[in-house]
């Protein structure tokens, strides 16, 4: 993890067939003008790779982009690989997740889930709190 002077390190991925990267690099920049380090992995990315990836570049949060419809079986996923690898990196869901959803994926160990539209701010604070603990 990093100490207070350090930026955050962050991995933003894209999982599962989901060929839309547009918003993922956009949340990729918020982040980066936010001043945390952000390492994109690109588009169709498993949950094995996000998870070896997440644990090689030693990242504090990962952010998981999902417009497929897939966040129910892929984000608990990589929730449950990391876990396994005895990883404590918070996980944080954006993209087009119903409602009804939301409190499966956090019962299933996601930190935090963002929707269409949140903010620059939110986003930022989001990943912010994800990293230190904070629901």
């Known amino acids: 993890m990093t100490s207070e002077s350090t930026a955050l390190r962050v991995l933003v991925a894209k999982v599962g067939l989901d060929g ?49 419809g897939g966040h129910m079986a892929l984000a608990p996923r990589v929730v449950k690989l990391l876990a396994d690898n005895n990883v404590g990196i918070p996980v944080v869901v954006g993209g087009i997740i119903p409602e009804q959803d ?14 269409p539209g949140a903010s620059a701010e939110e986003v930022a604070a989001t990943v912010a709190k994800a990293a230190a603990g904070v629901g």
Do not use: F
């Open 20 to 68: 839309h990267d547009r918003g993922v690099k956009v949340v990729a920049r918020i982040l980066r003008d936010a001043g945390m380090e952000v390492i994109y992995t690109g588009l169709r990315q498993t949950p094995e790779m996000v998870c070896a990836t997440a644990i090689d570049e030693d990242v504090d949060v990962i952010g998981l982009s999902m417009l497929s």
């Open 102 to 115: 939301v409190p499966k994926l956090l019962a299933a160990g996601v930190a935090s889930v963002l929707h």
